[in-house]
């Protein structure tokens, strides 16, 4: 009953501006990773964790290194996809399920790996939490020598749902999504965002189950102060 985990950490946290890899910056006295990696701990599922890091990044290498669930250290890419096909490629042959994570969740909730966990053990192919929209989302196109773009449509809000990590997979439909993308050329390649879309593409059913707040993806100055504020509610 082999459950895999992969904490996709290697991208750089521009947008946060730290001049230091996102999974790195310090959060009450632990960087981002060690809170994902505690989560991930809490839950209990995970009977292999691989955590995919920048290149050239040795302390935050450490860091992973020196976390008690002993994590197996991988090199990522240019995007999140190719970070992800590094964690695949060190998993262990017998696995049957695996969960993609966002280190940029550290607080993910324990509960919400156990609940993907659940899923797949109740028979999903694919599994991810989500949770509702709260603006009104429109479409929007930019025609040729328009400097703003134009509203073109408005989904029904009910119908909407912001996606968190991690994503749960029977391990081995995941595989073979990815061994099928991995001859895609641009744009088909960059457009795949995620893990489930993946499946999506190639008709596989996705399911959800609940996400919560605290999965939030830590993207902003913004979303590290209310990280701050929620840490005293983690039980990490
Ligand atoms: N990620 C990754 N490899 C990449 C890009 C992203 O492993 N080449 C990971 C990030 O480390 C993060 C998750 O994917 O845990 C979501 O990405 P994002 O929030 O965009 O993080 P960054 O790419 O680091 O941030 P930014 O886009 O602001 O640089
Ligand atoms: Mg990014």
């Avoid at 899923?119 to 479409?139: E, F, H, M, W």
Wanted: aromatic share 2%; proline share 8%.
């Amino acid at each position: 009953q082999e459950t895999a985990i992969i904490v996709v950490a290697a991208g750089s946290g521009t947008r946060l501006g730290y001049g230091m890899p996102k999974a790195l910056v310090p959060l009450a006295g632990r960087c981002l990773l060690e809170h994902a990696l505690d989560g991930i701990e809490l839950a209990g599922c995970a009977s292999q964790v691989i955590v995919v890091l920048p290149a050239g990044a040795p302390e935050l290498e450490e860091r992973a290194a020196g976390h008690r669930l002993k994590p197996i250290c991988r090199t990522g890419g240019a995007t999140r996809n190719d970070s992800v096909r590094a964690g695949l490629d060190a998993l262990r042959p017998e696995t049957e399920r695996v969960l993609i994570h966002d280190a940029a969740r550290a607080l993910t909730p324990p509960e919400v790996f156990r609940q993907v966990v659940l899923a797949l053990l109740s028979g999903a192919r694919a599994v991810i939490p989500v949770l509702p929209v709260v603006d009104t989302i429109k479409q929007v196109a930019t025609d040729p020598g328009e400097e703003q773009a134009h509203i073109i449509g408005t989904p029904a809000r009910g119908t909407l749902r912001a996606v968190q990590t991690p994503q749960g997979f029977h391990a081995p439909a995941l595989l073979a999504a990815h061994r099928q993308a991995a001859g895609w050329k641009s744009p088909a390649a960059e457009a795949v965002t995620d893990d489930a879309m993946l499946m999506e593409m190639l008709g596989e059913r996705v399911d959800t189950v609940p996400g919560a707040a605290a999965a939030l993806k830590i993207t902003t100055r913004l979303d590290l102060v209310l990280a701050e504020s929620m840490l005293p509610l983690h039980p990490g």
